[in-house]
DNA sequence: CGGTTCCTTGAGGATGATCAACGAGGGTGG
DNA sequence: CCACCCTCGTTGATCATCCTCAAGGAACCG
């Protein structure tokens, strides 16, 4: 959880439902408010003239997202829609800025997050640009796994899904995750993939 | 200029010469320092296997880098080296973490700066990944332009470096940047380019 | 069941990487 | 001043890889 939300509702934040792919976000838009995932999962992409889509991010049950924009006066890099249908919490961006300004240890807590926010970029930024297929997948499965690694677990994502995250197309991952399943590094399960 | 330079001397900080290509940081070495550039310019970037190169930015007079393992317990995710012979200055985690909580005026502009961070590279990450190499390469550039845009500047790159930059092979930068010439989006006058 | 979403496979093609060789400029030392 | 070296830029030929396109199958859900 990043901020309290009765914190949040004190300082006049409202909560909003949104059904699966509702947009919460567009792309180039001036960023007004800071967002919080009370309930659900909300994701963040980018769509080239092709539609093929990039994975931002996904972000569950408590995370904030779309925060640096308030920081700094640029846009919106990315859309952000309903991966599932959520509930989020909205705050404006004076009214949060005034919250970081009264409560250090929130401002120190963002410090942190933006910190792990940059460290995961740059970490995928080298897999994808240098790696083969397989590297990129192997990256994006670690950067998800929850547990330390001593099982496997089930991924919860379509085959769709990691493509969009690693900047390849869905027909490679299948391949390159059947190979993956020959070299015993992932197995498969009634088509569910487990890492 | 991030922090006064005065101000890190008294908390106890030291500056130190690097040649060109000096190593300044290691890939997944602990952290245990903050640096500033004083004067030159620092290069941080990935290498993988093959010796391929991927540069995760650069950073010049008055910049810090390699602040956000600081923040959270992990290790650096990129090499940094001097690109030019540079006087660089560090301060122990402790008395940087510190001086963030004595100036909460400091503080916040490191949260400003993790901001652009993430911004710059969440447009990275969408350029590289979607598009082909021209508009890998326009993104470099128009990332890296210190006008307006009004007229044409004098890149200070190489094609190496672009190469490394956006994931591409010089042969690759070469081909296409000539291409760009041929469409008037660049300008080659011997050699260099001005965009 | 019928529809929707997701998964799978094959064939063919485009594109960037790779390899090899050479050219051009700038700086240094004899 | 010239010879050398070193870095950077350039070009062509060939190759490997991933993308594209097309078609169909499997699972799931109302």
């Given at each position: 959880m990043q901020i309290d939300l009765d914190l949040l509702y004190t300082w006049g934040a409202i909560s909003k439902e949104f059904k699966k792919n509702d947009v919460i976000i567009s792309e180039d838009e001036v960023a007004h408010f800071y967002y919080q995932v009370v309930e659900g999962c909300v994701r963040m992409f980018n769509s080239n003239d092709d539609g093929k889509e990039f994975t931002q991010g996904y972000f569950c049950n408590g995370q904030s997202f779309g925060e640096p924009p308030l920081f700094i006066n640029e846009r919106y890099p990315a859309t952000a829609v309903a991966f599932q249908d959520s509930k989020i919490i909205k705050l404006s961006k004076e009214k949060f800025l005034k919250i970081l300004d009264e409560y250090p240890s929130i401002q120190k807590k963002f410090l942190n997050l933006m910190a792990h926010r940059i460290h995961s970029k740059a970490k995928t930024a080298k897999y994808i640009i240098n790696q083969k297929p397989e590297f990129r997948i192997l990256a994006f499965l670690n950067a998800n796994?929850?547990?330390?690694?001593?099982h496997k677990e089930l991924v919860p994502f379509t085959r769709q899904e990691i493509a969009n995250f690693t900047g390849l197309r869905v027909e490679t991952v299948i391949r390159v995750i059947s190979k993956m399943k020959a070299n015993k590094k992932i197995d498969i399960v009634n088509h569910k993939i487990y890492f």
């Open positions: 796994k929850k547990g330390n690694g001593d």
